[in-house]
């Protein structure tokens, strides 16, 4: 950052393209490092372990799509049983306990975009312990989805922005469109959805269960498809990640037919070079 430098990788799925090529944009092309007669002659395992590799991806995203259905009509559910009065309450009494009236220079805050959580090779991880240990005020909101822990996270986060408050908002990898957490660095203040996947709890942190505004009796109704609902979620997401595992396993088959054939010798010095040029912008 104190350079204003980034380095990219423009491969494939991620494919960016420079906008200003050759003047402020740089493309580093690593395949004028191997060797192109060697890699032919692997040809066709590599279009079969391309092949394989696309396909598994496919799945994990008609996977996740289904397990995203699931959720919806989970959260459907739960929020026809919501105290609607209750959450309401929740959120005004934590609005006036967190702000205190308090307005960053009658400006509109700015809201950094995030990910804290993700589906991985490795299952599904989460970073928010190193993320909000340096948050001196920490609430943990709990609840089941579609119970107002999102609802009250986006409410809050909003309210911040209205106010002046920078802030950073993490969301969902199921629902990406969804915020599950905040952090406030003005407040030094972090909200916290705490559900599975991804349960959260830390010594000395508030903690707020959205439960208390179901209804139970009205949601004991659903109390079947509510279980089946999980049950397969869980399912899909294993899936997923087993398919994952699958793919980062071909992939590394994939890059060995390549790694056979590149001249890393060159590579190094390739790498001092471009090291050397983003040192000059320190002198500039």
Sequence with gaps: PALKV????????????????????????????????????????????????KACYTRVYHYLKAAKELYEDTSEINRSCVDLTGLNQVFKNLINEVFMDQ?????????????????????????????????????????????????????????????????????????PDKIEHIGIPDLNLAVISSHPPHIYQVDNAETIDLNDYLNRSKRWEYQYILHKNFVLFDELLDLAVKQLRQA?????????????????????????????????????
Aim: glycine share 6%; proline share 4%.
């Design 103 to 175: 307005r960053r220079n009658n400006r509109v805050g700015k809201m950094r975009h995030l990910f804290a959580s993700a589906i991985t090779p490795q299952g599904l991880v989460n970073e928010l312990p190193s993320i909000m240990k340096n948050f001196e005020r920490q609430i943990i909101i709990k609840g089941e989805p579609g119970g107002g822990r999102q609802l009250l996270v986006e409410k809050i986060a909003d309210y911040a922005v209205q106010q002046g408050f920078d802030l950073e908002a993490y969301y969902c990898p199921i629902t």
């Design 6 to 53: 980034a380095i990219v990788d423009g491969t494939a799925p991620h494919i960016i393209e420079p906008d200003y090529p050759g003047c402020v944009d740089e493309i580093i092309n690593l395949g004028n490092y191997w060797d192109a007669e060697q890699i032919t002659k692997e040809k066709n395992d590599i279009i079969e372990l391309t092949k394989q590799n």
């Design 248 to 284: 980062r396993s071909i992939y590394v088959s994939l890059e060995q037919k390549y790694i056979e054939h590149m001249d890393f010798i060159k590579v190094e010095q390739l790498i001092k070079d471009v090291t050397a040029k983003i040192l000059l912008f320190a002198v500039d």
